[in-house]
């Protein structure tokens, strides 16, 4: 047989071997560690060889990829051999390096590691045996050469995983959602895990006005008649006053046997577990379920109660809106009209807002509608408020709440289509007085309060939406029951 045919045997024989060592490069870089785990409890073969190759993962890829790589340079070597003898030195040569820059990238470049992908675990499980050979007899040359490649370039080695970044994964959680693999609902609670670090106690707690608490001198009994008719298991024992908070009194206490008829509730109390607002979600959730605690009390910087937390919050900025028998007259955080109005929660956040109406408010002032609102007045809004902002009609709707005081719960918003002239439109601070029910302040002189009535919620919540939101709610549930 003519050398200038064994070339080209030889070189068809390593573009065969450096597609196989590709397709394992990328199918060991895809399989997932608890993946394999599972195939183990299913007495998968291979499954135990493979989860040995994965303790060591970067050292099999690199091994992997020098086989390839040796394989890529032989087979152009053999056919630059035979090429050279056909077409002479320079033609050959140049035949031979834009051939095989072809033949390279689609028959080892392209098509093995797209394979090697499509079916990571079958060709994984099926060369694990072969890798953890090859590797034993080349162990000493691929552990020189991995040695020489860190030094020549320092830094965190091989990534054990297909992504190494969040970024990445949130990427490849979009990308499943958009494939099918993973539902919308599936996507939202992924990426609200990764949320809760960048989001803080005070967006989801429960505002000190809306909070119900009781005098530490009180009687059991009537702290038991509380919290059955308020729905809430663990109601704040307070001292001189609600910044004086002294700790938590328990439904189950209350009812638990060994309870005087004549004890009073700091008896029977609990300590408080205190917590500051701007501690990230994550952290919380961690302390919780550390302490086992479900409540906790928020200080502000001031060192005032700025309001309450549970633990039904933060999984809700998970999971989504969890509602209970006691939940019934909760305002959803938006509903959508039938005229092109929408219905917002006075606490929904303004980012939330703005991406509602696909606008832009950037007021680094005030958090809510409700604030905003506010800013815009240039004082203490009460129902039937209306203002002008950011090419929204903003409309103040509530009522009055357990005490009589006024106070907004939500906040009717319209787009405005055709924007009245400089002359005659509202400016920053600019209300109309004819839709506020008396005199403005005048009702603050008479104690008119503003407050809002539903907890904070993020945009990518899904709420169950109500045609007509209750005009105040009473009663809210402080924990989880």
């Not at 809760?196 to 009687?219: C, F, H, S, Y």
């Amino acid at each position: 047989m003519p050398d200038d045919v064994i070339f080209v045997v030889a070189a068809l024989a390593l573009l065969l071997l450096g597609g196989i060592f590709a397709a394992m490069d990328a199918a060991l870089s895809t399989v997932s560690q608890a993946r394999v785990e599972d195939l183990m409890k299913e007495h998968r073969a291979g499954a135990g060889r493979l989860a040995t190759v994965l303790e060591s993962r970067g050292t099999y890829v690199g091994l992997a990829v020098l086989l390839r790589v040796t394989c890529e340079t032989a087979s152009v070597a053999f056919i630059a051999l035979a090429l050279t003898d056909w077409l002479g030195v320079g033609w050959g040569l140049f035949a031979a390096i834009l051939g095989m820059a072809v033949v390279l990238y689609v028959a080892v470049g392209v098509g093995p590691r797209t394979l090697g992908r499509q079916h990571a675990y079958t060709i994984s499980l099926g060369s694990a045996i072969a890798l953890q050979a090859i590797g034993l007899l080349l162990k000493p040359l691929t552990r020189l050469l991995i040695l020489i490649g860190n030094a020549l370039t320092p830094g965190k080695g091989f990534r054990n995983g297909p992504f190494a970044t969040e970024v990445e994964l949130r990427e490849v959680v979009d990308l499943a959602e958009a494939s099918g693999v993973v539902a919308a609902d599936e996507r939202r609670m992924i990426q609200s895990v990764f949320d809760l670090g960048d989001t803080n106690a005070r967006e989801v707690m429960v505002p000190r006005p809306e909070m119900i608490w009781i005098e530490q001198d009180k009687m059991a009994t009537q702290a038991m008649n509380l919290a059955v008719r308020s729905g809430h298991s663990r109601i704040p024992v307070i001292g001189e006053n609600p910044d004086d908070i002294v700790g938590v009194v328990y439904l189950k206490d209350l009812v638990a046997g060994g309870v005087s008829a004549s004890a009073q509730v700091h008896e029977v109390m609990r300590d408080a577990e205190f917590m500051p607002d701007s501690k990230p979600l994550d952290k919380v959730l961690a302390d919780m379920q550390r302490t086992r605690n479900h409540m906790a009390l928020l200080v502000d910087e001031y060192g005032g109660i700025a309001g309450l937390v549970t633990i039904e919050d933060v999984l809700e900025e998970i999971v989504g809106e969890i509602t209970d028998e006691y939940d019934t007259d909760e305002v959803a955080p938006v509903e959508e009209l039938d005229d092109g109005s929408i219905r917002v929660s006075a606490r929904l956040p303004v980012e939330d807002l703005g991406e509602l109406f696909d606008v832009d408010i950037d007021d680094d002032e005030v958090e809510t509608v409700g604030g905003l609102l506010g800013l815009e007045l240039g004082r203490v809004p009460l129902p039937g408020a209306r203002v002008e902002s950011h090419g929204l009609l903003l409309v103040a709707e509530g009522g009055p709440n357990r005490r009589g005081r006024q106070r907004i719960i939500t906040v009717l918003v319209t787009r405005i289509e055709e924007p009245e002239t400089d002359d005659t439109r509202p400016g920053r601070g600019d209300h109309h007085d004819s839709d506020i029910p008396g005199d403005g302040v005048a009702e603050r002189d008479r104690g008119a309060e503003y407050s809002m009535s539903s907890r904070g919620r993020r945009s990518d919540r899904t709420a169950t939406v109500r045609s007509t939101p209750s005009a105040a709610r009473t009663e809210r549930d402080h924990s989880p029951g």
